[in-house]
Structures are given as structure tokens and as C-alpha cells.
């Protein structure tokens, strides 16, 4: 059974940075691609990013590019998103999704970024 | 970006009946190697969601037969056959041909 355990959300200073870890399990990590979508509270879904099965070429939505860094391990099944330069607007509940198609979604968790 | 424009926003049902989502693109979703990568998702309150179609009309495993999706280009529609309780929440389309993927504004599905 596919199991996505994200973790690593909490309250935050607009400015400030966290890091998100993904924790996959019950399929071969490594042979897919992997991706992040949020979910402002009350809101509507927005893919964020995406990163390929060799970590190559991590493509992302425009309103984080340059301050969020998506990567993986392969060897400890994980996830990362490293969020920088954080913004209220930053503020959801932050996906780990498999594939490309996103078949399977982790629990989620937090992200709330406030004064 | 791809807007992908869901109709209605909100979609009052009785238990039963059939219902239809409309989901379109301001661009055609039909990628150059031919496939139309457009999905389907549904999210109950406090849950995660969970995809049910992916390339257009693939059901994915264990999602109920009574979901079905289709369409072509830039018109498309997730149809169920008789809504179930269960079935109440939102629903998202969600194209993932073009860069940067995105989803629909998502349909509330309630019992009348």
C-alpha cells in the first residue's frame, strides 16, 4: 500500500524558512516522479512543484520559484521542499503527491506563516 | 498558465441521480505525443484528496464504476451515474500537459 507521510509544517515569520519532508513507502520510490501541492485554508488546490525520478529538472509554479527547492533522497525514500523568503500568502496545507499524475497523496501538512 | 474553468461551483444532488461536472481549458490539453493528460480528483471535508480518473477517462483502481469521465481538447466532464452519499465533497479537474500544472476552482457536491 502506498503510504505518504509528510511532516516539517509549523508557524513561521514571513521572512523566515522551513523545510517539508515527504516520507514515501510501499512503492519503488526511486522509478517516479514526485510532487508538492497546497492548499490555502478554505481554498482550492495549486500544484507547486514537481521533481523527475533522477532529480533532475524540478520545475515549479511561478509564485515560489527561486525561493522554494524541491529535491529527494532515493536511498532514504524522501521528499523535500525548502521553503525561503516564506510570505503570508505561502500560508496552506502542503501535499507530497506520487507520479506525475499525482495517484497518490500524503496526509499533508501545515504551513502557516504569520506576524 | 492553463486556466481550467469547472462548471457549476456548486452542485446540489439527490441521492440517485446522476450528475455532471464541466471542466474546460483556455488551451487544448492534447500533448504532441498524442495523450491528453487530464485528471480528476475528489476531496471529502478534512481529507485528502483522492484521485479518481487520470488521462480523461481512466478510472483508477478501486474508484466505483459509477464515475466516468470524457471528453476531448479543451471541453471535458466527470459524470456520475446514481451520487452516493459518500460522494459528497469537492471535486478538481486538473490538467497536466502544459507547465505549470493546474487545477480547476474545484465543485462542491452536496445532497438536496
Known amino acids: 500500500e502506498v503510504q505518504l507521510l509528510e511532516s516539517g509544517g509549523g508557524l513561521v515569520q514571513p521572512g523566515g524558512s522551513l523545510r517539508l519532508s515527504c516520507a514515501a513507502s510501499?512503492?519503488?520510490?526511486?522509478?517516479?516522479?514526485m510532487g508538492w501541492v497546497r492548499q490555502p485554508p478554505g481554498k482550492g488546490l495549486e500544484w507547486v512543484s514537481l521533481?523527475?525520478?533522477?532529480?533532475?529538472?524540478?520545475t515549479y509554479v511561478d509564485s515560489v520559484r527561486g525561493r522554494f527547492t524541491v529535491s529527494r533522497d532515493n536511498f532514504k525514500d524522501t521528499l523535500y521542499l525548502e521553503m525561503n523568503s516564506l510570505r503570508t500568502e505561502d500560508t496552506a496545507i502542503y501535499y507530497c503527491?506520487?507520479?506525475?499524475?499525482?495517484?497518490?497523496w500524503g496526509q499533508g501538512t501545515l504551513v502557516t506563516v504569520t506576524s | 498558465d492553463v486556466v481550467m474553468t469547472q462548471s457549476p461551483l456548486s452542485l446540489p444532488v439527490t441521492l440517485g441521480q446522476p450528475a455532471s461536472i464541466s471542466c474546460r481549458s483556455s488551451?487544448?490539453?492534447?500533448?504532441?505525443?498524442?495523450?491528453?493528460?487530464l485528471s480528476w480528483f475528489h476531496q471529502r471535508p478534512g481529507q485528502s484528496p483522492r484521485r479518481l480518473i487520470y488521462r480523461v477517462s481512466n478510472r483508477d483502481s478501486g474508484v466505483p464504476d459509477r464515475f466516468s469521465g470524457s471528453g476531448s481538447g479543451t471541453d471535458f466532464t466527470l459524470k456520475i451515474s446514481r451520487v452516493e452519499a459518500e460522494d459528497v465533497g469537492v471535486y478538481y479537474c486538473m490538467q497536466y500537459t502544459h507547465w505549470p500544472r493546474t487545477f480547476g476552482q474545484g465543485t462542491k457536491v452536496e445532497i438536496k
Open positions: 488551451q487544448s490539453l492534447v500533448h504532441f505525443n498524442g495523450d491528453t493528460y
Open positions: 521533481i523527475y525520478t533522477a532529480a533532475i529538472g524540478p
Open positions: 510501499g512503492f519503488a520510490f526511486s522509478k517516479y516522479d
Open positions: 503527491a506520487k507520479g506525475g499524475g499525482l495517484d497518490s
